[in-house]
Structures are given as structure tokens and as C-alpha cells.
């Protein structure tokens, strides 16, 4: 391949650096707009590869500059190894891709050996992933609830709909199993809207119980946001299940703010517009940019179970929920804590003016039937 005919910069400056890598007579081949496939004949351990990679890595983070101009640029490597002939270049070709993949998904910058394990674990996404999408269909989906209560008044202010797969063999299957296969495959838009419905339906069905000021509150994956057409969808079913939007709150993550794109602003502003509360999740443990809390429209942060996990005697978690709760007050943002499961957590917390809390001393996520049953009578 000749390097000075690529007219992407990038790219020419990548294979120029990876040629500098390799032995004399390895072969380099551009095998997409900006992949590359190296073969690398005679090797006698496998640790060479991993010293080639490594060195790879290492050559394309240095920076490039063209015409004045810094470019940088990642990589991520999958390895395959096969003895003898190649019988077939196919095979090999998606071993190192599935490896790839691997690599990608563990964090761009990295290189990922394939190994029979990984193929397993590849195979068995494929079958979730499939299982999943039968799930949908199949009406095998349901929401637990947690309750939260106000620290003020002690009372159940409202509940996170928590969701749940109920699996032919696996049984009872939780969203830390699917739900990040179910963002990879993009079948996290429907099961989003699904949740999103459903929840709505169950929190009429509590004020026809005559619960009426409860909220629910729904997570949202960054990935609903990327989609697009989220803020149509939330009103949408908004409409249909006549909630008031007042007793909804979202839960994003960090880390869509920390794309600070415009689409996720214009999208939360028109969440905002329509009366839902948005609260951000899993708080303090993404990048905590401050900066973020000025610029999107919160309306809370729920402290991270993690930092609530070693209350009180942890001085370092200790100080970052002093610190979290004051910087919402100041902020005039609402707080709540999650993950309470003692008394000794719970009195740090209403200590300091935490607003809420929600945890397995209170109750764990339940059913809707349980959920109801164990609300104190109206
Ligand atoms: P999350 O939104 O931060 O939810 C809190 C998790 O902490 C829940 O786990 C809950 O069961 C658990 N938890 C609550 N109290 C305690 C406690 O006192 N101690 C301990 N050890 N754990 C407690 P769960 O239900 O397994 O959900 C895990 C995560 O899955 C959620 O974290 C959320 O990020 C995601 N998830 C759940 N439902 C949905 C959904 O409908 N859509 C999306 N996109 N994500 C969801
Ligand atoms: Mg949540
Ligand atoms: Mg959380």
C-alpha cells in the first residue's frame, strides 16, 4: 500500500508510524477507511505480539502535527493467532475483530488477544441479545419498586421503578446483566419506552388506590438520548397514560452530560419545559465536571450507593456526602441518597441535611402488589 496516496492525513501518518513498528517482512494492509491488518509470519512467542501492540499503542498516541495543526489519534487492537497454514483467513480475520471489539469496548487505547473464553462470552450475548428481543415481545419484562422517603416528614414520597427480566431458565435476571448489551444493540429505546409506560400506568393505578402525591422516577440510558426523539416520546406517553407530568422525575448518568453536546441540552431543556424533574444519578462517581450543574437543567443529585456504603468511619466517603449535600443546597438542588441500609447511615445523613433517602433499611425494590401492600394506609 502506498501511504503517500491516502488523502486522509490520519490515516497516512498511522500507517507511516505503523510501518516504523513492524519486522521487516511483516505485511500491513488497510483493510476499512481507518482499520488495519497486520500479519505477522515466524513468531516464536506470543509475547512479541503483545510487545508490538503495546509499541503500536504507544507510537500512535504521539502526536501528529499537520500543517501547524495537533491531530491525535487512538487505536485499539484485536490479535488472533492460528498454527501453520492458514486455513482459513476468514476465520482468523473475525477472531481478531470479535478480539477487537473487546478491546473497544474495554476502553479505546488497548489491545484484546482472542482467546475460546471471549468467543463464549461473545456467543452468549448474541444468544441474550436474541432472548431479549423475545422478551419484549413475550411480555416477560416488569418493573420493581424502591420507595423513597422524605427525610423531613418520614413519608414515602415516591418510587424508582427498578426493571427486571424474567427469564425462562435464568429466572429472575437484573438490568446489570442486560441492560448494557440491551444500549449495545440499540434495544434499549424500546425497553426504555416500555419502562417509561409502564411505570406511568402503575402510578395511575396508585392514585386510584388513593396514593396520589406519589412521583415515580425512571432511568434513563444516555443511549435514548443519542437516538433522539426523546423528548416527543416522554410526552407522548405522557398523553396517553394522562400523568401528570409533575410526578415524574428522570435519572440520567454523568456521562451524558459530560458529552455536553447540544442535543442532550436541547433535549433535557424540553423535558424541563414539559414539568418533568430530572435528577442526576449515581452522583460523584462519573467525572464530576461541576461545571455541568450550571450549564443542564438538574433539578437534583442522588449520592452514589458507593459513598453511602462506608457510612459513617469512612473520612474520605464521609467527606464527599458532607460535600454533596452542601453543594446541592447551594446549588438549591434536591439531594437523595441511595443505597441506605443502616440506621447509622441514615442518622450521618439527616445529620447534614441529606432530603431524601432510598435503601434496603427502608425496603428493597418490590413488585407492584408488594409495593402497594407495604405503603402505610392513606
Ligand atoms: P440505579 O438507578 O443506581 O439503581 C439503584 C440500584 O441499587 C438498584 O439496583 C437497587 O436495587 C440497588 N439498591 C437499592 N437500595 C440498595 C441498598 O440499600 N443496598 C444495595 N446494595 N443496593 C441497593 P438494580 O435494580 O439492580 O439496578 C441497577 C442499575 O440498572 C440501576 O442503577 C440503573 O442504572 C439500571 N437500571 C435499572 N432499571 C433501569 C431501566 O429501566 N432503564 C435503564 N436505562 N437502566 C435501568
Ligand atoms: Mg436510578
Ligand atoms: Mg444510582
Not at 12 to 40: M, N, P, Q, W, Y
Not at 297 to 313: C, M
Not at 322 to 332: C, S
Request: proline share 4%; aromatic share 6%.
Amino acid at each position: 500500500l502506498d501511504a503517500g496516496a491516502c488523502p486522509d492525513d490520519r490515516v497516512r501518518h498511522g500507517l507511516h508510524r505503523l510501518s516504523a513498528c513492524v519486522r521487516k517482512g511483516d505485511t500491513i494492509a488497510r483493510t476499512g477507511s481507518d482499520e488495519f491488518a497486520i500479519l505477522l509470519e515466524n513468531l516464536h512467542d506470543q509475547r512479541e505480539v503483545e510487545r508490538l501492540c503495546q509499541k503500536i499503542l504507544s507510537g500512535l498516541s504521539e502526536p501528529i502535527f499537520v500543517r501547524g495543526e495537533e491531530i491525535s489519534v487512538t487505536a485499539s487492537i484485536g490479535v488472533s493467532f492460528c498454527s501453520g497454514d492458514v486455513a482459513d483467513v476468514a476465520e482468523l480475520l473475525r477472531k481478531a475483530d470479535n478480539a477487537l471489539n473487546r478491546a473497544k469496548k474495554d476502553g479505546r487505547g488497548r489491545f484484546c488477544v482472542f482467546t475460546d473464553a471471549l468467543q463464549a462470552a461473545s456467543d452468549e450475548n448474541l444468544h441474550m441479545e436474541s432472548a431479549l428481543r423475545r422478551a419484549i415481545v413475550e411480555d416477560a419484562l416488569f418493573l420493581c419498586y424502591q420507595p423513597k422517603l422524605c427525610l423531613q416528614t418520614g413519608q414515602v414520597v415516591g418510587a424508582e421503578a427498578l426493571l427486571r427480566w424474567r427469564h425462562p431458565r435464568l429466572g429472575v435476571v437484573m438490568p446489570s446483566r442486560f441492560v448494557p448489551l440491551a444500549e449495545e444493540c440499540g434495544l434499549i429505546v424500546p425497553i426504555g419506552e416500555w419502562v417509561l409506560r409502564r411505570a406511568c400506568q402503575d402510578l395511575r393505578r396508585w392514585q386510584q388506590l388513593g396514593f396520589d402525591d406519589l412521583t415515580v422516577a425512571v432511568n434513563l440510558s444516555t443511549q435514548q438520548f443519542r437516538h433522539g426523539g426523546l423528548g416527543a416520546m416522554v410526552e407522548r406517553v405522557l398523553e396517553e397514560t394522562e400523568t401528570d407530568p409533575n410526578q415524574l422525575v428522570l435519572e440520567i448518568t454523568e456521562s451524558l452530560l459530560l458529552e455536553d453536546d447540544d442535543n442532550s441540552r436541547s433535549q433535557l431543556d424540553a423535558l424541563k419545559a414539559m414539568g418533568v424533574a430530572v435528577y442526576l444519578d449515581d452522583f460523584g462517581t462519573g467525572y464530576s465536571s461541576l461545571s455541568y450543574l450550571k450549564r443542564f437543567p438538574i433539578d437534583g443529585l442522588k449520592i452514589d450507593r458507593s459513598f453511602v456504603n462506608d457510612l459513617p468511619g469512612n473520612p474520605d466517603e464521609e467527606a464527599i456526602t458532607r460535600a454533596i449535600i452542601a453543594l446541592g443546597r447551594a446549588l438549591r438542588l434536591g439531594v437523595i441518597a441511595e443505597g441506605v441500609e443502616n440506621r447509622a447511615q441514615l442518622d450521618l445523613l439527616m445529620r447534614e441535611g441529606c432530603d431524601a433517602v432510598q435503601g434496603f433499611l427502608f425496603s428493597k425494590p418490590l413488585p407492584f402488589d408488594e409495593f402497594v401492600a407495604a405503603l402505610p394506609a392513606g
